[in-house]
C-alpha cells in the first residue's frame, strides 16, 4: 500500500496542511517517509459529525452485520501482515517475532469480539413481567439492556503499535457495541498507523458499514488529542498511555458542558511478593523469570514487574547474585523514543540519588548517539528507604526493577497496603504459604486488577476473564478493564422500556426472544436458542 502521510476521515483523506513532520526509525536516528501533514480543527470537527451521523445509523446495525466488519479487519490485517511488521519494525525497533505475535492477538481479540456480540450476553438483556393484581401497587413490566454510548475517541499507545493501536482493544470493544470510533495515532508510528487505518477504512466500505464509522487523524495530542475530548459528538475516550497525559484528557472530558466517561491505563509498577519457602526451594528460577520479565521488550511494557518485595537472608541474597548477574549480562536494547529512553534514565538517577539505594549493575557503557539505547537496572534498598521516599513507588518505564528487602512479614504488609493502585500484583510463594498470606492476598485486592501467582505479570492474556485495569491511577476507572470481552461494557449503558408493547421492544427484550439470547427473566437465567452458542 501506497502511505500518503494524511489523516483518513471517514471513506477519504484530509487535504495537506501546514509543515509536515517525518517519522523517525529510533534505531538509527533516520527520518522515515512519507512525512506526515497534522490534522486541525476543522478536520477533528468534520470527523466528529461524521462519526455521530454515523453512530445513528451504525448502532442499528443487526450484531452479526459488526461481527462480518470485525473479522474483515482481522483479515485485511493477517492479509498485510509482513507489510505492517516491517514497518513497525522501522519505527519502533520492536522485533519482526514480537510483532507477529502481536498482529496474531491484534486479530484475534477482533474476532473475540465479534463472537461475543454474536452469542449477544454482554448486552445484559432483562425482562421482568408485570403483575397487575399485585397491592398496594400493581407491578409494571420492566425490561432493559445495554446500548452504545455514541463516538469513541481512541488514543493509540506507544509501545503496542497493532495491539493497543488503531485496530486494537479500544477499538474492537467500541465497535463491537456499535459505537463509532475515531483514532488519535501515536506520532511514534504514524506509518505502521496508517496502514491499519487503510484496512479499516477499506473494510468498512466493503461490509457496507455508514461513512465515518471510523476516522483516523495524525496530531499532538495536547492539541488535537484535546480537541477531540471536547468536542460534543465524542461521548467517550479510550487511552493507553502516561498518567500525565491520561489525567489531561480526564480533567478535559469533566470541565465539559456534558461530562464524559475516560477509559485510561496510566502504568503500573506490578510488585512482585517473594514469600521464604519460594525462595528457598526456587530462586534461581524466579530469578531468571524475573529477569525475562523486566527486559521483556527493553522493559516497555505496563505490566513490566518495577518492584520486588523479598525478606532479607540468604535465600535472598541467592536469589539477588543470580538476577544481578543476569541483568548485567542483558545487552543494551533500543527504547521507542529519546524521550522515553531520556525519561528513563532520569527516573533512575532520581532513585540513586536518594540515600540507601544502590545500583547492583553497571550503567550504559557503550557510545548512544541516537539517545534510544537503555541498560538493565537492578537497585536494590530497605522497606525503611522505600517507605519513607514516595519517588521510590512512581514507575521508571523501562528495563529496571527496585528490589525492597523487608526484616519482617509486617514490612511486606505496609507496603502492599501503601503503594498506588497497580495493574497488577504477583506473589511468588508455596501452596501452603499462599493460605497463610490471606491477609497479603485481601490488601491487594484492593490495589490491584490482576494477581498472579508463581508466575510473571508481562504477558496479557486476551479472554473473556482477563482483567487489564486497577484502581486510580493505574486506570482511570477500576471497574473497567481494556482487555477481554468485559472491555465492551466501557462503551454501553443501560436502557429501560416500561410497559411498551411487544413489537414496539427491540428484538433482545420481544417476549419470544427471537435472538435466542441468555437472559434474565423474572431474577432467574432464561436460556436462548440451541443453535445460539451462548445457550446450553
Excluded at 276 to 301: K, N
Excluded at 338 to 347: K, N, Q
Excluded at 449 to 474: D, I, K, Q, S, W
Aim: glycine fraction near 8%; include cysteine.
Amino acid at each position: 500500500m501506497k502511505l500518503e502521510g494524511l489523516s483518513l476521515i471517514g471513506h477519504g483523506t484530509a487535504r495537506p496542511k501546514g509543515e509536515p513532520m517525518h517519522p523517525i526509525n529510533p534505531a538509527t536516528g533516520e527520518a522515515l517517509e512519507p512525512a506526515y501533514h497534522w490534522a486541525d480543527l476543522e478536520d477533528v470537527d468534520r470527523a466528529a459529525q461524521l462519526a455521530w451521523q454515523a453512530f445513528r445509523r451504525f448502532r442499528l446495525f443487526p450484531a452479526g452485520a459488526r461481527a462480518r466488519l470485525l473479522r474483515r479487519i482481522a483479515e485485511q490485517i493477517e492479509a498485510h501482515g509482513p507489510e505492517i511488521q516491517q514497518r513497525a519494525h522501522l519505527e519502533t525497533a520492536l522485533p519482526l517475532p514480537r510483532l507477529q505475535a502481536e498482529t496474531a492477538r491484534t486479530c484475534h481479540q477482533l474476532r473475540l469480539f465479534a463472537s461475543l456480540i454474536e452469542q449477544g450476553w454482554c448486552w445484559d438483556a432483562r425482562v421482568d413481567h408485570p403483575d397487575p393484581a399485585r397491592q398496594p401497587v400493581p407491578k409494571p413490566d420492566v425490561r432493559s439492556h445495554l446500548i452504545p454510548l455514541g463516538p469513541v475517541a481512541v488514543f493509540s499507545s506507544s509501545n503496542f503499535p497493532l495491539a493497543f493501536s488503531v485496530a486494537g482493544g479500544d477499538t474492537a470493544s467500541a465497535l463491537a457495541a456499535g459505537c463509532t470510533v475515531i483514532v488519535k495515532a501515536h506520532q511514534n508510528h504514524m506509518g505502521t498507523s496508517e496502514l491499519v487505518g487503510r484496512l479499516i477504512q477499506q473494510a468498512v466500505r466493503e461490509c457496507e458499514a455508514p461513512e465515518g464509522t471510523f476516522s483516523l487523524l495524525f496530531g499532538r495530542g495536547t492539541e488535537i488529542g484535546q480537541a477531540l475530548v471536547r468536542h460534543p459528538m465524542i461521548k467517550a475516550v479510550g487511552f493507553t498511555g502516561s498518567r500525565k497525559g491520561g489525567r489531561a484528557l480526564m480533567d478535559a472530558a469533566a470541565a465539559r458542558p456534558e461530562p464524559i466517561p475516560v477509559y485510561a491505563e496510566m502504568g503500573s509498577i506490578n510488585p512482585v511478593f517473594l514469600l521464604p519457602g519460594a525462595l528457598r526451594e526456587r530462586a534461581d528460577a524466579i530469578a531468571s523469570g524475573l529477569h525475562g520479565s523486566v527486559t521483556l521488550g527493553v522493559g516497555q511494557f505496563c505490566t513490566c514487574p518495577g518492584l520486588i518485595l523479598a525478606p532479607t537472608g540468604p535465600d535472598t541474597d541467592r536469589f539477588l547474585e543470580k538476577l544481578s548477574q543476569q541483568m548485567a549480562n542483558t545487552p543494551t536494547g533500543v527504547m521507542l523514543t529519546s524521550e522515553l529512553c531520556a525519561a528513563y534514565h532520569a527516573g533512575v538517577e532520581a532513585c540513586l540519588k536518594i540515600p540507601g539505594v544502590r545500583r547492583l549493575t553497571p550503567p550504559l557503557a557503550q557510545a548512544d548517539p541516537v539517545g534510544t539505547r537503555a541498560a538493565a537496572a537492578l537497585l536494590v534498598t530497605t522497606a525503611e528507604v522505600f517507605l519513607a521516599h514516595e519517588t521510590l513507588m512512581e514507575e521508571v518505564f523501562g528495563p529496571s526493577t527496585l528490589v525492597v528487602l523487608c526484616t519482617d512479614r509486617s514490612q511486606l504488609l505496609e507496603i502492599a497496603e501503601r503503594i498506588e493502585g497497580q495493574l497488577t500484583a504477583t506473589i511468588h510463594a508455596t501452596p501452603e504459604e499462599l493460605l497463610e498470606a490471606r491477609d497479603l492476598v485481601q490488601a491487594l485486592e484492593l490495589k490491584v486488577g490482576r494477581l498472579v501467582f508463581n508466575g510473571f505479570p508481562t504477558g496479557v492474556e486476551v479472554c473473556h476473564a482477563m482483567v487489564h485495569g486497577g484502581p486510580y491511577p493505574a486506570t482511570s476507572d477500576g471497574r473497567s478493564t481494556s482487555v477481554g470481552t468485559r472491555a465492551i461494557l466501557r462503551f454501553l449503558r443501560p436502557v429501560c422500556y416500561q410497559n411498551f408493547p411487544d413489537a414496539a421492544l427491540p428484538e433482545a427484550l420481544q417476549e419470544k426472544n427471537p435472538l435466542g439470547l441468555l437472559r434474565i427473566v423474572d431474577g432467574r437465567p432464561e436460556l436462548g436458542r440451541p443453535d445460539n452458542p451462548v445457550a446450553g
